[in-house]
């Protein structure tokens, strides 16, 4: 792990952003997190708590992480330039529940699994309680933060340990039974939230294991893209199939997949995933759809964090 500070008291305010990458050739990061219009580094200047790196090599998954603002640390700009691998997963943090301290920034690890976290669980310190009391002891014992997301993270593990998914990520997973726990598991909590008084908790996620990539909306946007009006790097790429270069996404696997809370890139074409909807794209790069339940509806946002949230349309205008 990097960190580029000591940890600090967050002064509490609201969300993060997300961004995930699954791509058919090893890939460099570096336009999606530092050069693109609307980069993560850009969008850290409004969620500054800290950053995260997740990607995988020779079968591992590695982690670096930070206190920083991503804008501001010469390490975010390094290893953005430097890294190599055909699955990412960052993130950039506002500080809603735990201290500003790498150990409190995103993404988590367990074994080759990596997640990540944008939304907050009201009444955390309820729900902590609650979770603990669904969650594995040996994975709870790896819980080394005071962050809701961490927690959620490990009773998410728990569950799909209990679901037959390999908790360590050896064994591939079959993307319906990832996305069936994660759905069911992300139902119980909202409806055990309701059941104690609180606010409905904020959940999007992403997932992986560096094979398959789930990302799940349930309360803040979040946008995924498979297609590119256009792509640089098409004369040298080696896959012959470019369909990525096709103005509508066709019914085969893609090239790659790009998910993020805000559109990055003016060459991506970017789609709002439904919220109550969870994709997942498998080894074979198929991306499967679940749709919201026909009961779903989504958790209110409260008044005070709504300024750091922007509408679909207004982000995939951008």
């Known amino acids: 792990m990097v960190h580029c500070e000591c940890a600090l008291e967050a002064p509490g305010a609201a969300l993060c952003r997300l961004f995930g990458f699954r791509s058919a050739l090893p890939s460099r990061p570096h336009r999606s997190l530092l050069a693109a219009e609307n980069a993560?580094?850009?969008q850290s200047k409004e969620h500054p708590h800290g950053w995260g790196i997740g990607w995988f090599a020779d079968e591992e998954a590695y982690v670096v992480k930070s206190a920083t603002p991503a804008h501001t640390c010469d390490r975010f700009e390094q290893i953005s330039g430097r890294l190599l691998s055909q699955t990412f997963l960052v993130h950039v943090r506002r500080a809603?529940?735990?201290?500003?301290?790498?150990?409190?920034?995103?993404?988590?690890?367990?074994?080759?699994?990596?997640?990540?976290?944008?939304?907050?669980?009201?009444?955390f310190d309820i729900l902590r309680e609650w979770m603990a009391e669904r969650t594995d002891p040996e994975l709870r014992a790896l819980i080394l933060g005071d962050t809701d997301s961490e927690a959620l993270f490990f009773y998410l593990m728990t569950e799909l340990s209990k679901a037959g998914v390999h908790r360590c990520?050896?064994?591939?997973?079959?993307?319906?039974?990832?996305?069936?726990?994660?759905?069911?598991?992300?139902?119980?909590?909202?409806t055990a939230a309701q059941e104690l008084g609180l606010s409905r908790p904020i959940v999007n996620v992403m997932l992986t294991d560096g094979r398959l990539f789930l990302a799940h909306r349930a309360g803040m946007p979040l946008h995924l893209s498979t297609?590119?009006?256009a792509c640089a790097d098409a004369p040298t790429c080696p896959i012959h199939n470019k369909v990525?270069?096709?103005p509508k996404r066709p019914d085969q696997p893609v090239n790659h997949l790009l998910v993020a809370s805000e559109p990055i890139g003016q060459e991506n074409f970017w789609e709002p995933i439904t919220d109550g909807a969870t994709i997942v794209l498998d080894e074979e790069f198929r991306l499967h759809r679940w749709e919201p339940d026909a009961s779903w509806v989504p958790p209110e946002i409260p008044l005070e964090y709504r300024k750091y949230i922007k509408t679909d349309e207004a982000l995939v205008a951008k």
């Open 40 to 42: 993560i580094a850009a």
């Open 169 to 190: 990520g050896r064994l591939s997973a079959e993307p319906q039974q990832v996305a069936a726990t994660v759905r069911r598991t992300l139902a119980a909590l909202d």
């Open 227 to 229: 297609q590119k009006h």
């Open 244 to 246: 990525c270069l096709l």
């Open 96 to 123: 809603t529940v735990g201290r500003l301290d790498p150990l409190n920034a995103h993404p988590f690890r367990c074994g080759r699994w990596l997640f990540a976290h944008n939304g907050t669980l009201f009444g």
